[in-house]
Each structure stands twice: as structure tokens, then as C-alpha cells.
């Protein structure tokens, strides 16, 4: 129970002091001068007065509330170290078991480390998730907070306030060894085919110093081993292999009793950006669709384009005199003896032997083909005349001689069964119905015993659009001229920029367009594989994750050709991901987190904040195996940790319930009380 007095006055106070004042005057008059009853006309005046202020006595029933205490639990990636796990539910449950026993603490487990978004798992914020944990409690209630964790807090604030204490128990043993590699520099851009300058530093703690070898791979390929200076930064320079994105890993062997190899293993995502392609086209006598090709080419970024069209062979005489001529000689040595190497297609749009290009230089163009250049062929009527160039040593690198037949009449170009599945072909608008929603051509030559893929068909079912492997170059051959009625729009046209612009980028070896290639790429904490094959079946995709454990994920066909498939993941860092013969690397989560880059568990980052607070910070295993300290409450600011004990703080507040209530100069009491002030002193004044 709690008694307390309060007033409640009969009249307002301004009343209440015009009436007492001038009373209490003359009351005071009355004693100064000693007046015969002036005492008891004091006390009448008094009892009056007690009577209008109405006191009352108050019985109040309160509730005490009780101080919430907060147990955040380390549960990101660094605590599956060891037996770092084990040792953190025991220190719960016997956490949880001993603060039970005290009815004046309500006690909040909060788990920290285990959000499903991976960008939240790069780091151990424990801060955070203490400041949820109390956000709806009033400082006043706050008993404390016990953190069971690792030490590798990432979230400790600069200032920490004194209200209520932090006690930090910590997980792991205080002689753990660990030995890790990080990325100090690494660009995000770099240029296919160049070198570019990194550096890198290897990290060990324990005092180890000397050199370590450092493997070093690029996409899953290791390309160099190097030797590092322990603690020292390092330089190292890359070729970068591939436009679009490319994965540089390091790695370090693992030393004995070191706690993970997790960390021994470094990540650089780079982008690889191509120069400008460089393509060579060379027309033929002009066409009506001549300048389909020249467009495409021009109006694409990332291409450097040099066009020659032959207006005037060696053998044309029409009598016009040499020096009235303005056109261009066609530098046949320069393009096709100097510089064929620099091209990175080289485009014959309708062109036909006639003595402008040497014999000889065919056998160059052959060559240059079979050690990875790239060749097409845009065939027009030329291509079946006795002037083909498939009667030249170029006939080599052809992927199908003319028959000499030259098909006119109307046809809607086809993608056959496996243009359905060729990256170059596949999902062309318009292709998904029959006849295909684009416009017919009219002319296409007849070739014998094709050789590649056959991707796109004419009437009766001949070749029309064929793609060849030749030593390690490509090869690819349109075999009808009349691709520029789709850009005129004829019969509402058709999808030529996205075809031509496929063929000329699978010729060129983009990677997107490779018939048999596997991605994958992290999506959150999903990992996303992509496969594309020309198979029925690729079957599933293997997946290695960081910590070494494998997943198979299945594929589902998409589209013909194209196979996806998907699965949840737990983990940040590296994954390998195979399927048949090909493999690929995907990283889940941000590069080289914060979680990861040291693992040791540790009492230094935590104890400023601790000791701010009054609290403390100790390590749950010791010599005698795993220890819990006592819980101990207390009040007040004093420091509240001890050899073998943590304390939690109580409060005062309470909730109030009920109120009983007893007026003094209630009732008859009251009034008898009044009327035997006031009758004394009338009895007195009356003697």
C-alpha cells in the first residue's frame, strides 16, 4: 500500500484566500495584542481552513513493472566457425535458464546475422538489432543487454551511453590463428586483351611473417602462381579474357590449426569492355541492297567500320582518262596483307573474283580465318556465276560451294530446327508463328554438302543462312541477297538489325551468342544458373558452395536452347557451378564483406563500448571448459560486473491499479469536528 495525502479545496483559490487572509488577520491581531480566546479562535480558523481545503487521504495499489533485459545472439557466418555455434546455444539456454529465476526481468532474445537479404549478412550489426529490442521501452526500464557473439562487431558506435550495462560474452578461444588475402586495389573496368595493374595483401595474425605462394585465377582458370610478402602489398597484373563480367580470384593455402579457410580466398569482380571491333566490308558492284549492311555496321558503337565497294574492276576500259578519275584505289596490300590481322570481321556483301584481289591474297584471307579470324559471306547471284569466289583458294574456308542454281521466287525465310535453339536465331520476332510474321524474299542460292549449322531455311527446305566453325576462326554465309526487303519494310519487313547484328557478333565471338555456355549470377541470397545448348537435356547443374558443400540444382527449359534453373542460398562468397563440360564461378552477396575479411574471434572491438556502459566483456570458454557468469540485480549507476558476475539493473516504475480514497472532513466527523472548533470559542467568549 501506499498512503499519500492530496487537497481538493471546497472553493476556488482565489475565493479560498479572500475569505482566510482577512480571518487569518485579525486571528493574528487577536494573538498579538492577547486577547481572552484569541487560541481558540485560532484553531476554529484553522479547522475552517482544513475544511475548504478538503484534504484527503489516498491509498494507492500499484503494479511494478518489470526491466527488460536484451540477449542479441550472434548468428551470422562467422559464428558456424569451429564449435563457435555449440558454444553459443549453451550460453543461451543457460542464459535463459538463470534469468528465469528472476520475476522482475522480462527478457527479449533477439537473433541477429540471419537476414534473408544478402547485402544485410556482409556484416555482424548487433547495435542495430539492440536498438530494435528496446525501442518500445522507456530508458527508465532498461536493465541491460547481453551480447553473445564472436567479437567481430561491425556496427559499434562511436559513443555509447551509461544508462544501463552491455555484457559481452565471447564465443572461440583467445589463441585462434587465421591466415587471409584481400584485394587492397582493383579497378571495375578494364579493356579486353590489355593488362591491368592490381594489388593485393596477404594478412596473418600470431606475428607470422616470410612468403606465401598465391594462385592466381581468372574465370575458374588458374593463369599464374606468386610469390607475396606476408603483410606487404603487393602488385599484380591481369589480361583480362573476356568482354562483360570476369571474376579474378587469389588464393593461399591454408596453414595447420588455422580456424577457416573462407577467407583464404580473395574476389575482384571486373567488367571487360572490347574496343572498338574493327570490320572490313567490301561491296561488290552496287546493289539495292548495298547499303543495308554499311548502316547496320555504322549506326553500332562499338564498331569501327571500313567499307570499300568496287565501282571499277581492273578490267573495265571505257576510254576516260586516268588523272579525271576520283575514285579510290582499293589498298589491297595494306587491307588484305599488313593489317588483315587487325580486322576483326571481314565482310564480302555480293562480291565476285575479277582480278582485284591477287589469287594469292585468297590463301591470306583462308589463313586468316583458320587462326580466329572471322568471314561472311552475303551471297547474291555472283556466288553461282563462274566468277564465285568459291573458285578461288578461298574455297577452303567456305562453309558450302554453289550448285549454280539460283532460286527466284517468293519464300518466307524459316528458322529450322536448330535456328530455334541458335543463340544467333532463337526468338527472332516474328518466328513463333507460320507463315512467320515477316515479309517473303525472292532470290537465294543453291550450295551442296553444307557444312556447320544450318539455322535458317528457304523453299524445299535449302540452306539459307549457315554457320561454320573453321580451325579456330568462324565462318558464316547468307545465301540470298535480299535481306534489304525487311529493312525497306516490305510487307511490313522484318527483324533484320537484331539478325544481322547476331551474326556479325557471333562471328566476332560474343560470348552471349556461344551455342554451349553456363552463367550464373547471385540474385539476393538466390543463385540464378543460365544454360544455353543446343541439346535436348543439359541434365543439373552441380553447385559447389563456399564452404564446400554440393547442391545439385535441376534445369528447366525456358525456351528451346535455353535452360534455367534457380536455388535459395545460405551462404555468402564464391560459387562453382558445372554442368557437362563447362564451369562457371558466381558470387553471392557483396566482395569481400566485411564478415569475412577477419574471423578471430575478439574481445578489444567490444570492451570500450562495455566498459562505457559499467559493463563487461569475457570469454565463455576457458581452461575449466564453458563458463557463464552469475546474474546478479542491482539498482543504482554503480559498475556492474565483478570477477564471476554480470549485473542487470532494476527500475521503479510501476503501473497503477486502483486508488481508495478518505476525505479528512468527510461526513459527520468533519462537520463535528467544525462545529466543536467554532463552539469553544463561542463558549469562551461567552464566560
Known amino acids: 500500500m501506499n498512503w499519500s495525502v492530496a487537497f481538493e479545496p471546497l472553493l476556488s483559490w482565489p475565493l479560498l484566500t479572500a475569505i482566510l487572509i482577512p480571518v487569518a488577520l485579525l486571528a493574528l491581531a487577536g494573538l498579538w495584542f492577547r486577547q481572552r480566546g484569541s487560541l481558540l479562535r485560532l484553531a476554529a480558523l484553522v479547522a475552517l481552513a482544513a475544511a475548504l481545503f478538503n484534504p484527503v487521504f489516498l491509498n494507492e495499489e500499484r503494479e511494478p513493472l518489470k526491466s527488460v533485459v536484451a540477449v542479441i545472439v550472434d548468428r551470422s557466418q562467422s559464428q558456424d566457425i569451429g564449435d563457435r555455434t555449440e558454444e553459443t546455444n549453451q550460453a543461451l539456454a543457460g542464459l535463459q535458464e538463470r534469468l528465469a529465476r528472476f520475476r522482475q526481468f522480462d527478457v527479449r ?9 544478402a547485402d544485410d549478412r556482409t556484416e555482424t550489426r548487433l547495435f542495430g538489432a539492440l536498438e530494435g529490442a528496446f525501442r518500445d521501452v522507456p530508458p527508465s526500464r532498461i536493465a541491460g543487454a547481453v ?7 561491425h556496427d559499434v558506435p562511436a559513443k555509447t551511453a551509461r544508462s544501463a550495462p552491455l555484457h559481452a560474452l565471447i564465443t572461440g578461444n583467445a589463441d585462434e590463428i587465421d591466415r587471409r588475402i584481400r584485394f587492397e586495389n582493383a579497378p571495375r573496368f578494364g579493356i579486353v586483351g590489355k593488362p591491368m595493374d592490381m594489388t593485393y595483401r596477404v594478412i596473418a595474425n600470431g606475428g607470422e611473417s616470410g612468403m606465401v605462394d598465391v594462385r592466381v585465377s581468372v574465370n575458374g582458370q588458374q ?8 603483410g606487404q602489398e603487393m602488385p599484380l597484373q591481369v589480361t583480362i579474357p573476356t568482354a562483360g563480367r570476369n571474376i579474378v580470384e587469389l588464393a593461399i593455402d591454408p596453414v595447420p590449426g588455422e580456424i577457416t579457410s573462407a577467407n583464404n580466398r580473395a574476389i575482384a569482380l571486373l567488367d571487360g569492355i572490347r574496343e572498338n571491333l574493327r570490320v572490313l566490308l567490301v561491296s561488290g558492284e552496287p546493289h539495292a541492297g548495298e547499303r543495308t549492311w554499311r548502316n547496320l555496321l555504322k549506326s553500332d558503337a562499338s564498331v569501327d567500320l571500313v567499307h570499300f565497294t568496287i565501282l571499277r574492276p581492273p578490267e573495265k576500259q571505257d576510254g576516260t582518262p586516268i588523272n579525271e578519275l576520283s575514285l579510290i584505289a582499293f589498298p589491297t596490300r595494306e587491307l588484305f596483307v599488313e593489317k ?24 591470306y584471307i583462308a589463313e586468316y580465318v583458320e587462326k580466329g579470324g572471322a568471314l561472311l559471306i552475303a551471297a547474291g547471284p555472283e556466288y553461282a556465276g563462274d566468277a564465285s569466289i568459291a573458285r578461288t583458294p578461298l574455297m577452303s574456308a567456305l562453309p558450302a560451294l554453289p550448285t549454280g542454281d539460283v532460286v527466284e521466287e517468293g519464300f518466307y525465310p524459316r528458322l529450322t530446327e536448330t535456328g530455334k535453339r541458335h543463340p544467333v536465331t532463337r526468338g527472332l520476332e516474328g518466328s513463333d508463328f507460320e507463315p512467320p510474321h515477316w515479309s517473303r524474299w525472292f532470290r537465294m542460292i543453291g550450295v551442296e554438302q553444307p557444312e556447320g549449322e544450318v539455322v535458317m531455311k528457304g523453299p524445299d527446305d535449302r540452306p539459307l543462312l549457315l554457320l561454320n566453325r573453321k580451325g579456330e576462326g568462324r565462318v558464316g554465309m547468307f545465301l540470298s541477297d535480299q535481306g534489304w526487303l525487311w529493312a525497306r519494310g516490305f510487307e511490313g519487313g522484318g527483324p533484320h538489325v537484331a539478325l544481322y547484328r547476331r551474326i556479325a557478333h557471333w562471328l566476332m565471338k560474343e560470348p552471349e551468342l556461344e551455342e554451349e555456355r ?3 549470377d547471385g540474385r539476393g541470397m538466390v543463385l540464378d544458373v543460365r544454360r544455353q545448348t543446343m541439346s535436348d537435356n543439359p541434365g543439373p547443374a552441380q553447385v559447389i558452395t563456399p564452404s564446400g558443400k554440393a547442391l545439385s540444382v535441376p534445369l528447366t527449359q525456358a525456351e528451346p536452347g535455353l535452360f534455367l534453373g534457380s536455388v535459395e542460398t545460405s551462404e555468402i562468397g564464391l560459387y562453382q557451378i558445372g554442368n557437362g563440360d563447362l564451369s562457371a564461378l558466381a558470387h553471392i552477396g557483396p566482395v569481400n564483406a566485411p564478415e569475412f575479411s577477419d574471423t578471430v574471434s575478439t574481445e578489444s572491438i567490444l570492451r570500450p563500448a562495455a566498459e562505457a556502459t559499467g559493463g563487461s566483456v569475457r570469454r565463455l570458454v576457458g581452461a575449466g571448459g564453458l563458463s557463464l557468469p552469475s546474474i546478479v540485480p542491482m539498482r543504482g549507476t554503480a559498475d556492474a560486473a565483478g570477477r564471476d558476475w554480470i549485473g542487470l539493473r532494476t527500475t521503479n516504475d510501476s503501473v497503477l491499479k486502483s486508488v481508495s480514497r478518505l476525505p479528512t472532513f468527510g461526513g459527520f466527523f468533519g462537520l463535528a469536528i467544525l462545529l466543536l472548533a467554532l463552539g469553544s470559542m463561542w463558549y469562551r467568549e461567552g464566560r
Open 223 to 230: 593463369i599464374s602462381v606468386e610469390r607475396a610478402q606476408i
Open 340 to 363: 588483315i590481322n587487325d580486322f576483326d570481321l571481314i565482310i564480302f556483301d555480293r562480291y565476285q573474283h575479277r582480278d582485284v584481289l591477287p589469287i594469292l591474297y585468297y590463301d
Open 109 to 117: 532474445v533477439i537473433e541477429a546475422g540471419k537476414a534473408s537479404a
Open 147 to 153: 551480447m553473445i557473439t564472436d567479437g567481430q562487431v
Open 518 to 520: 553456363l552463367t550464373a
